[in-house]
Each structure stands twice: as structure tokens, then as C-alpha cells.
């Protein structure tokens, strides 16, 4: 069974940076794909960060994240990374890992980030 934990959301200023976490329960190399979405209140949940697991790891970015966030894997340690830099009150939301094979999508239980203007 695929487990996905996320970590490292919190309150912080504009302009501040949070580093959020994601372990996973194996490795990360059964994946195709990994990736970190979000859900604002109201909104609909959308992709902020893809990255491949395959050598030469290519990555995508949300147009509003681009330049600012950084994915990142590190299988030995089984943990995806999403660095967040120059952070917005409109990143506020709420973060979800997720992983994707043939079988199907996975997701974590999410992590709050707000930040304050």
C-alpha cells in the first residue's frame, strides 16, 4: 500500500520561504511521476509541481509558482521535496503529495501553508 506523508506547511510572512516534505514508503523509483498539488478555499485542486523519477528528473511548474519553486527528489532518502521561496498570501493552500504509476494516482493527507501579507 502506497503511504505518502507530507510535512513542513505553516504560518508565514510574504516574502518568507517554507520547505515542504514528502515521505514515501518505499521507493520512489516505482513511480513514474511525482508532484505536489494544492486546494485554496473554494478553488479547485491544480498541479504546482511535477517532476519525473526517470535519469534527468524533468520538471514542470505552475505558471504562478515558476521561478519561485523548486521540486525535488531524493530516493535514497525516499522523501520528495518542494522549496518555496518569495511566498505570496495567494500560496496559501492546502498541499497535497502525490505519485502517480500505471496503476493509478496517490495522495497524501496534505499540508497547510498560509501566508500572511
Known amino acids: 500500500q502506497v503511504q505518502l506523508v507530507e510535512s513542513g506547511g505553516g504560518l508565514v510572512q510574504a516574502g518568507e520561504s517554507l520547505r515542504l516534505s514528502c515521505a514515501t514508503n518505499?521507493?520512489?523509483?516505482?513511480?513514474?511521476?511525482m508532484a505536489w498539488y494544492r486546494q485554496a478555499p473554494g478553488k479547485q485542486r491544480e498541479s504546482v509541481a511535477t517532476?519525473?523519477?526517470?535519469?534527468?528528473?524533468?520538471?514542470t511548474y505552475a505558471d504562478p509558482v515558476k521561478g519561485r519553486f523548486t521540486i525535488s527528489i531524493d530516493n535514497a532518502k525516499k522523501m520528495v521535496y518542494l522549496q518555496m521561496n518569495s511566498l505570496k498570501p495567494e500560496d496559501t493552500a492546502l498541499y497535497y503529495c502525490?505519485?502517480?504509476?500505471?496503476?493509478?494516482?496517490?495522495w497524501g493527507q496534505g499540508t497547510q501553508v498560509t501566508v500572511s501579507s
Open positions: 502525490n505519485a502517480r504509476d500505471l496503476l493509478g494516482f496517490y
Open positions: 518505499g521507493s520512489i523509483l516505482r513511480f513514474n511521476t
Open positions: 517532476i519525473r523519477t526517470t535519469i534527468g528528473g524533468t520538471t
